[in-house]
């Protein structure tokens, strides 16, 4: 079996170690006899939502953000395909931000997302939630622990449930002690540095359910 993975914007979004989770998930997949190729997708090129098995999409400065932002309208329709057809993807902080409506960058700019996932992302005067971050997920019964490092604030709509509940840190927003979100078979979260090197045990979830998907695909 050979996983066929893709990074979105790895050239551009990769801030914080963020190509830690992408090592991570190699790594688990070597480990689980799994053979795997990777991709860089980025600007002006097409996505294709039949291609890949895993998508990995991180987070970047407001500037880079802005950037990808635009050229990310041209695959809003092939990123939204690839998730309602169960695809597996992760994304982190700025990549999060991008898969939902907006995120207004620090400066009061609207950055517009691509509204595949439904939430929203304002920003905070002069500061950001830097620090340590515990959350648990109840849907796994799983402790993560991370690092978190945003200006953003973000808001889960009613389709989306968080990956997992703040006990220790800021979180998506600072208020309703989610953090993160998941959908079908989405994973997003605020966690640096990078979140799947601190949780190998989401890293293996994350890889089994590309190989169930791998697998499903071939079915058909
Ligand atoms: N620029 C975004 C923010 O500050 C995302 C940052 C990041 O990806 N670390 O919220």
């Known amino acids: 079996m050979r996983l066929r993975i893709c990074h979105l914007y790895g050239n551009l979004l990769n801030t914080y ?6 090592l991570m998930l190699q790594y688990c997949a070597r480990e689980k006899g799994v053979d795997f190729e990777t991709e860089i ?3 002006d090129q097409p996505f294709d939502p039949n291609k890949y098995d895993l998508v990995f999409f991180g987070g970047g400065q407001d500037y880079e953000q802005f950037i990808v932002s635009k050229d990310i309208q041209a695959k809003a329709a092939g990123i939204k395909a690839y ?3 169960d695809g597996v993807l992760l994304a982190i902080c700025g990549g999060y ?5 907006y995120y207004m960058d620090a400066s009061g700019n609207k950055i ?4 595949a996932l439904d939430h929203y992302t304002l920003s905070q005067d002069n ?10 997920s109840e849907e796994f019964n799983e402790t993560y622990e991370g690092f978190e490092n945003h200006n953003g604030r973000t808001f889960l709509g009613e389709n989306m449930r968080p990956l997992g509940k703040v006990e220790k840190g800021m979180g998506n927003n600072g208020e309703d002690k989610t953090e993160g979100a998941r959908y079908k078979n989405v994973f997003c979260s605020y966690f640096h ?3 799947l090197v601190r949780n190998i045990h989401l890293a293996n979830r994350i890889v089994d359910m590309a190989i169930a998907q791998h697998n499903k695909k071939l079915e058909k």
């Not at 170690?17 to 992408?22: A, E, Y």
């Not at 931000?97 to 409506?101: E, I, K, N, R, T």
């Not at 517009?112 to 509204?115: E, N, Q, V």
């Open 112 to 115: 517009s997302g691509i509204s």
């Open 83 to 85: 998730i309602e057809n």
């Open 41 to 43: 997708i980025s600007l």
């Open 17 to 22: 170690g963020d190509n830690g989770n992408l």
């Open 97 to 101: 931000q991008l898969l939902g409506h």
């Open 127 to 136: 500061n950001r939630f830097i620090g340590d971050i515990t959350i648990r």
């Open 193 to 195: 540095g990078p979140l």
